[in-house]
C-alpha cells in the first residue's frame, strides 16, 4: 500500500505552486488518493490547466517518484503537512490557491489556532517604521498574537524579533526551499526563534531554485494564515503591496501604520489609509481588540531586566563595545571587530534580541 504522504508530494507536482484551483478540487475529492484513484477514469479537467493536466496523466510518475525527497526531508528534520493533516493551519486550507504541500522545521504547536496577524514592511526601512514595528509587534505578542512574515530583513525580522523578546512563538513563511534560509544573515534569527517555539514553513521542497516568483506566491500564504495583516511601511510599488492584495482577495483585515507624506517609504501604507483599504494603526489597542486579544499591562523596567538576565557570547560582548550612540554601518563593524559577515550578523542578532541594540535603515546599528 503506498504511503499516504507519497500520493501528496506526487499531487503537490501535479497542482505546481500556487495552484489556483487547488481548494476546490480538494474539497470535492478530500484527499491525494482520490484523485490518484480518480487518475484516467473522471474528468478532472474543470480544476486543471493544460500543464497539470498533463502532469496528471503522465503515469511514468507516481506516489513512488517521490519517496526520495521524503527520505530527504526525513534526514534533514523537515516536516510534511499535507492538506489534510491535522497540523496544517486550517486558515491555510481553506484558501483557493492552497497548497497541497507545505514544509516545516521548528515547533508546529505555533500553529494551534492561536490569532495570527501578519506583520509586512519594507526590508530597508527608516527609524520610524523600525520603531513602530518594534511597538507594534511587542505590544501583539506580548498580548497572545502569533506574528507571521517572510524573515526578510528590515521589517520581517522585526516582526520576529519582536516576538522572541516576549517570549512568544512566531511563524516566518520562506520565499525559497524550506531548507534554505534568505537573507543567510538570518539563519541565526530563525534557528532562535524555531528553538523559542516558532515554526518555519515553505510550499518549496528541499534544493527548489530560486526565483523572484517564489517570494510573490509566498505573499499569498503570509496574507491566508493570519486574521489580520499589519503594514508598517511600504512604497506604492513592492512586494509589500502583493501581500496586501492578497489579503484583500481573502477578505483580511487590513490595517497599515501612518507615515510622513514625505516619504516614499509610506506611500503605498498612505495611499491605503487614503482610500479607506486599511484601517489606521496607530496603537496596538484596536487591532487587539478585533481579535478578541486584551492589551498586556506595561511592564517597567523590562529592558533593563532583559539586559541583566541575558549573557552575551564573546563575539557579542567584544561587538557591544564598538556600537555607540551614533550609527555604524556593517562594513565599519567589520572592519572595527574583525568579524567575517556572518558571525557578525549573527552577534548583531544576538545583541539585538539582548535589547542591546538598535537595528535602523542601510544595515545602522547603534546603542539602544
Not at 507545505?102 to 504547536?109: I, K, P, R
Amino acid at each position: 500500500m503506498t504511503d499516504p504522504t507519497l500520493s501528496w508530494l506526487w499531487l503537490a507536482w501535479v497542482l505546481g505552486y500556487a495552484p489556483a484551483q487547488s481548494g476546490e478540487l480538494l474539497a470535492v475529492y478530500g484527499s491525494a488518493e482520490s484523485i490518484l484513484a480518480a487518475r484516467g477514469k473522471e474528468d478532472l479537467s474543470p480544476f486543471l490547466n493544460e500543464k497539470q493536466a498533463e502532469r496528471l496523466l503522465d503515469i511514468s510518475i507516481g506516489p513512488d517518484t517521490f519517496a526520495p525527497l521524503a527520505a530527504r526531508c526525513a534526514r534533514l528534520g523537515i516536516q510534511i503537512l499535507p492538506w489534510a493533516d491535522p497540523a496544517y493551519p486550517a486558515p491555510l486550507a481553506a484558501l483557493p490557491d492552497a497548497p497541497p504541500v507545505l514544509y516545516a522545521t521548528g515547533d508546529l504547536s505555533a500553529l494551534d489556532g492561536r490569532p495570527c496577524v501578519g506583520m509586512v514592511g519594507s526590508r530597508r526601512p527608516s527609524e520610524y517604521g523600525v520603531r513602530a514595528a518594534a511597538l507594534l509587534g511587542d505590544a501583539l505578542a506580548g498580548a497572545g498574537a502569533v506574528l507571521v512574515s517572510g524573515l526578510a530583513d528590515g521589517l520581517d525580522s522585526a516582526a520576529h524579533t519582536a516576538a522572541l523578546r516576549q517570549n512568544a512563538p512566531t511563524v516566518a513563511i520562506l520565499g525559497t526551499a524550506i531548507d534554505k534560509t534568505y537573507p543567510a544573515g538570518n539563519r541565526g534569527l530563525r534557528r532562535q526563534f524555531e528553538q523559542a517555539g516558532g515554526v518555519t514553513l515553505s510550499e518549496y521542497p528541499p534544493d527548489t531554485p530560486g526565483n523572484r516568483s517564489l517570494f510573490l506566491q509566498r505573499n499569498r500564504l503570509i496574507a491566508g494564515l493570519s486574521g489580520a495583516l499589519c503594514v508598517v511601511e511600504a512604497r506604492a510599488a513592492s512586494g509589500t503591496m502583493s501581500t496586501v492584495h492578497h489579503a484583500q482577495r481573502y477578505g483580511v483585515p487590513v490595517w497599515a501604520v501612518p507615515g510622513s507624506i514625505f516619504s516614499p517609504l509610506s506611500e503605498g501604507t498612505n495611499a491605503l489609509l487614503a482610500s479607506g483599504e486599511a484601517s489606521a494603526l496607530t496603537g496596538a489597542g484596536p487591532l487587539l481588540q478585533s481579535l478578541g486579544l486584551a492589551a498586556p499591562p506595561p511592564a517597567r523596567g523590562q529592558r533593563a531586566a532583559r539586559r541583566q538576565k541575558l549573557s552575551l557570547s564573546p563575539e557579542a560582548a567584544a561587538l557591544l563595545r564598538l556600537v555607540g550612540p551614533t550609527p555604524t554601518g556593517l562594513e565599519a563593524l567589520s572592519e572595527a571587530s574583525g568579524l567575517a559577515t556572518g558571525p557578525l550578523l549573527a552577534a548583531l542578532t544576538e545583541l539585538e534580541l539582548a535589547g542591546q541594540i538598535t537595528a535602523l535603515a542601510g544595515r545602522q546599528y547603534r546603542r539602544a
